[in-house]
């Protein structure tokens, strides 16, 4: 059953985590926590983002709280390390804080830099890490020719990709892209992640048959019950991921991927590395590349620790009233 709105009000706070190295262009993570009979849970949708998509992350972060959650299938979930779009000369330090890993997920496409500042940062992971499974990420960003250029150069070094996630933004693009990817007589995999969750049907690209891998996120599908649905519904592979949550958020993601009926790829979920801070005791860090299926517990000095400023909580409450109504809390 749903709370009410005044009851996630009344323990609700609003934290700002510093993170290491520059984010989907941030510096820090802000976010409102709440508790409820299950445990404490996270409402993480980007400030930027629309009510309405907003509304399907309080959704998640209420049933994670207060909501029936079905049982996990596996104790343990092999994970991806990752490397936001920093410089060549950064990579080393970067990836040296991930411990262990045999997947690594690659940012590329950032705004404001260049193919060429793309390709070096993945020949330095190649370089220092020649064994890893390299997938990319570019939210999106690139034109069709730019992504296929990078294919090209990526393949002229002997380079193979495990898979490229949402390379241009829409799902024609995507299909045009991966039309083009076999007419030049290349294999690379095409994942989904922008265009299953800020679609309005989350299947619509698998429909287009625009990608071959979807990337899951349980909080903007409004739920682990709810992305469990999707995925049952998909035919393609599903790698569940994290949406830059602490360990509070990240623990749901966790949950999701724990419950999938079959885990083909490392999931998305090595994020904490990233954070400078956390919410929990004992963060949910992989080890050896593999994350222990658990709900950590709230530090609760943490959240003086990274309390947000006065008008950073005025925001969130304001949002919190708005999309509460959006899902049809009671006052
Ligand atoms: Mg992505």
């Known amino acids: 059953m749903n709370p009410r709105l005044s009851a996630l009000v009344a323990t609700a706070r609003v934290v700002s985590i510093p993170l290491r190295t520059k984010f989907r262009g941030i510096n820090e993570r802000e976010l409102l926590v709440f508790e409820g009979p299950n445990g404490w849970s996270e409402w993480a949708a980007f400030p930027e983002y629309s009510d309405d998509e907003a509304a399907s992350w309080l959704a998640a972060a209420i049933e994670w709280a207060y909501g029936y959650l079905p049982t996990t299938k596996r104790t343990q979930v092999a994970v991806n390390a990752i490397l936001p779009a920093v410089a060549e000369g950064e990579v080393a330090k970067v990836l040296s804080r991930a411990g262990k890993f045999e997947t690594v997920k690659v940012k590329v496409a950032e705004p404001g830099q260049t193919i060429g500042e793309d390709l070096a940062r993945l020949l330095e992971v190649k370089s220092l890490y020649p064994e890893t499974k390299l997938r990319l990420d570019a939210n999106g960003s690139y034109e069709i020719a730019a992504a296929m250029e990078l294919i090209e150069k990526l393949a002229g070094e002997g380079i193979e990709l495990e898979y490229f996630e949402q390379p241009v933004q829409s799902i024609a693009e995507l299909a045009e892209l991966k ?153």
């Open 179 to 331: 039309i083009e990817i076999s007419k030049r007589g290349f294999a690379t995999l095409i994942a989904a992640d922008e265009s299953v969750r800020k679609s309005s049907d989350p299947l619509a690209v698998e429909l287009a048959e625009a990608c071959d891998i979807l990337v899951l996120k349980s909080a903007p599908l409004g739920g682990v019950v709810s992305a469990l649905e999707i995925a049952a519904s998909s035919k393609l592979p599903i790698v569940p991921s994290s949406a830059m949550q602490s360990s509070i958020g990240l623990a749901a993601e966790l949950h999701f991927a724990a419950s999938l009926e079959t885990l083909e790829f490392d999931a998305g979920l090595g994020t904490m590395n990233l954070f400078a801070g956390d919410l929990v005791k004992d963060s949910l860090k992989p080890v050896g590349g593999v994350l222990e299926v658990r709900r950590p517990e709230l530090n609760n000095s943490s959240l003086d620790t990274f309390k947000a400023e006065e008008h950073r909580y005025d925001w969130w409450i304001e949002r919190l009233e708005r999309c509460g109504e959006l899902i049809g809390l009671e006052a």
